[in-house]
């Protein structure tokens, strides 16, 4: 079997929005809908393009959205163009690499976070973003369904249909923060647990 990545817990937690990061993106008062990762024009699997693709119909129930787009890569000025050509060029903000140091206050900018693509092997994103309190949408198209344990501790939409798409995330912005007990499964307490599980038999022949 595979052993699924762990996360240190304590290096996270709930806290207010970081003001300064608020006025650098300018989001004070907004709805914020997150998605962290590489942008790169070869691998295109994070679920970006849909998320723009249907933030149209997500402004009608959530007038006051933003969709903040963490990372940095050669992909960002042709999702800008897109964006623009939807109508909804200023509700999609590019923040270019984070720092690391700087990756959990911009986890908890957000109101949901979304990495709902295909082809993620896992989407250890998800886990951080769950740690910081924040309500996580995956797909069930790959590896990020995992993180979320089948859906067990965040929304799962399909990104090939807009409707489940805007279904899940208006879903996950309607939730209140908060920090999965089932989590735990993912700390690295339990990942050596389940690793001296592996290992002992093989090492006891």
Same mark, same amino acid.
């Given at each position: 079997?595979?052993?699924p990545?762990?996360?240190?817990?304590e290096?996270?937690g709930?806290?207010?929005?970081?003001?300064a990061?608020l006025?650098r993106?300018?989001i004070?008062?907004?709805?914020?809908l997150?998605?962290?990762? *590489? $942008?790169?024009?070869v691998? +295109?699997?994070?679920?970006?393009? =849909?998320?723009?693709a249907?933030?149209?119909?997500l #402004?009608?129930e /959530?007038?006051?959205?933003?969709?903040?787009?963490?990372?940095?890569?050669?992909?960002?000025a042709r $999702?800008? +163009?897109k964006?623009?050509e #939807?109508?909804v060029? =200023?509700?999609? @903000?590019f923040?270019?690499?984070?720092?690391?140091s700087?990756?959990?206050?911009?986890y *908890?900018l957000?109101?949901? /976070?979304?990495l709902a693509g *295909?082809?993620d092997g896992f989407g250890f994103v998800l886990?951080e973003a769950?740690a910081?309190?924040i309500?996580?949408v995956?797909?069930?198209?790959d590896?990020t369904? =995992?993180?979320?344990?089948?859906? =067990? @501790?965040?929304?799962l939409?399909?990104p090939d249909?807009?409707?489940s798409?805007?279904?899940?995330l208006?879903?996950?912005?309607r939730?209140h923060?908060? @920090?999965?007990e089932? #989590?735990?499964?993912f700390?690295?307490?339990e990942?050596?647990?389940?690793? *001296?599980?592996?290992?002992e038999?093989? $090492?006891?022949r």
């Amino acid at each position: 079997g595979l052993l699924p990545n762990a996360i240190k817990l304590e290096r996270y937690g709930i806290w207010p929005k970081n003001p300064a990061l608020l006025s650098r993106y300018g989001i004070e008062g907004k709805t914020v809908l997150m998605t962290l990762g *590489r $942008l790169w024009s070869v691998q +295109r699997h994070k679920g970006v393009d =849909e998320v723009i693709a249907v933030l149209p119909r997500l #402004l009608q129930e /959530f007038p006051d959205l933003v969709y903040l787009v963490a990372g940095g890569g050669d992909d960002i000025a042709r $999702l800008s +163009r897109k964006a623009d050509e #939807l109508g909804v060029g =200023e509700k999609v @903000i590019f923040t270019g690499m984070v720092d690391e140091s700087e990756k959990a206050d911009h986890y *908890r900018l957000a109101d949901a /976070f979304a990495l709902a693509g *295909r082809g993620d092997g896992f989407g250890f994103v998800l886990l951080e973003a769950m740690a910081c309190g924040i309500p996580v949408v995956a797909s069930v198209l790959d590896g990020t369904q =995992e993180a979320v344990l089948n859906g =067990e @501790i965040g929304v799962l939409v399909n990104p090939d249909d807009p409707a489940s798409l805007v279904r899940g995330l208006s879903e996950a912005l309607r939730r209140h923060n908060s @920090i999965p007990e089932q #989590l735990a499964y993912f700390t690295y307490d339990e990942f050596c647990i389940r690793l *001296r599980a592996a290992v002992e038999p093989i $090492l006891r022949r």
